[in-house]
């Protein structure tokens, strides 16, 4: 089957992906606060109230823990949920029936059950939101087992992942970026799902890898415009999912360049990229010309004030100085 | 009589099902033959039982850490529970959920977990479920008076009276939250009033009589298939053994904190003995059939017991199994 494609924004490759599926599934339904809202969740839910009415597009009281609980209940028999967390930093509430509950109740119960809900929280950061509006809490969630977290850059791996993860058996978090929202691509219009636990090359090189998820692999590639002007071959690899992570492909990209550059929208310490780093390191070590440099969060909360937000966030320009450092 | 003999029978030989089950556990924990931490549920059988004649296979139920009575009154085989609580490969859970994990979907018996309230919104999820599926399906959440100490409780009750969901909030309060007393966790003010607020109808009923508790369950799933749920039933009963294990919080240290003169006054509510009483008085079983179903049942669990020590246990090669579908 040939995929038609036409160019979609971000936000709107998402809002496909849960039109499409809840018209076809009926076990499928949106969850969250702002879900009504025009502007809270971007244009994610567009017509979506209109199309499926409120006993499918609810939404909801401020209440994260029990309203998580709530789509992790109706997935025990057998309902799709999507959970929606206008930001991420609200999930926090939502720990006890994410970690304790979801990401435990296929195990404790033998297998006999399982909650395929997709939780899915945006990274809402920028415009002086401070501290408990900005955070990226994906290695958080990545160090439970029991979870698969998935992190999209473009337009088409939004709408394919989100059917991915809803079609999945295990609870996913689906992690957006209000960055990525204005971000266009080519989108096709069918239903299609881009396999959760497989990244991507986005650009083939030979004298380092770098390695980026969700809004940093497209500060990878723009770091890459530089970079090529200057002479430099980057291979670029968009992980897509961060777990499970898509070691084969990363591995065999060090193997060929044999130096490493991360690039995470997350802190530093204990994260994605420390876990990507002991990865390499442990199992193709003799393959590395170069130590491997980590672009990531500094270990400090977001600021609201927007010369330090400038300052704390990473560009392509902290890419660039980190692959120069070792070419 | 409102009830027939079966009917009757039926209540009295699930009571004494839960309550002969968790009796039988007492021994293989002193012995550490089994080493999982148990909740017993004795002292509480009537609840369980009683809310349970009240549903059908269709109906959902959500436990916590003390939910044995819920899963064998919701039909949930005894064999494989037992093999669970000896976490062996033949349990309800595979051996991965231990005793406070046990489950049985085949029969609705959806889940029991044991963080405080944790299985309160998940009940209230199963309910949202029936509701967009337009099923008549109720779902009950069965949880410990310490579980009011919970924020999650009342965001649930919150979410399930403005969804009007078919969900029947079930307090066992049983005035310990593990060692500490009621009166150290909450003012002193009577727990179904909490529901008030959220215009939930709710009730305090006697937790130690069966036929009780079944009027008042009866009454909250007819009133939940109606559509005019939730619900919140406060039942009042006593443990009769410790929180964890037979006697007190470290299990099998034959120790008990509570006063001895409050657990005498309490056996004397027994709910089991009580029911037998007034199944004699009424005549609706002779001395010598009890005796005879009492034996029954014993053999049973015995069986159960000794199907599960046979078990094998999980293989070790297996300990990631089931991480993800």
Redesign the interface.
Known sequence: MSLSKRKLSYGLAINEALCQIMEKDMSVFLLGQGVKSPWYVGATCKDLLDKFGENRVIDTPISENAMTGTAVGAALIGMRPVAVYPRMDFMIYAFDPIINEAANWHYMSGGKSCAPVVFWGIINRGGEQAAQHSQALQSLFAHIPGLKVVAPSTPYDAKGLMLAAIKDDNPVIYIDDRWLYGVEGDVPEEIYAVPIGKGIVRKQGKDVTIVAASYMAQEAIKANEFLEKQGISAEIIDLRSLKPIDEELLFESVKKTGKLVIADGTWKSYGVSAEISALVSENIFKYLKAPVQRVALPDCPAPANQVLEKAYYPTKDNIIEAVKKII | MDYSKEFLEKLYKMMLKIRFCEESFVDPILKKEIQCPVHLYSGEEAIAAGVCAALTEKD?V?GNHRSHGHYLAKGGDIKELIAEIYCKET???????GSM?I?A?EKGF??A?P?VA????????????S???KQEAV?VSFFGDGATGE??LY??L??AA?KKLPVIFICENNFYSTHLHIRECRPPAPIYKIAQPFGISSIQVDGNDVLKIFKIAEKAVRLCRQGKGPFFIEFLTYRLRGHVGPDDNIQGSRADIRPAKEVEEWKRKDPVKRFEKFILENKILEETKIQEIKKQIQDEVKQAHNFAKQSPNPLKEQVN?????
């Open positions: 959902y959500f349990g309800c859970s595979k051996g991965r959920g994990h489950i979907p959806l889940g977990a963080i944790g299985t309160i919104p998940l009940a209230v999820g199963s309910a949202l479920a509701k967009i599926r779902s924020g999650v965001e649930s919150n979410f403005l199994k089931y991480v993800f579908k």
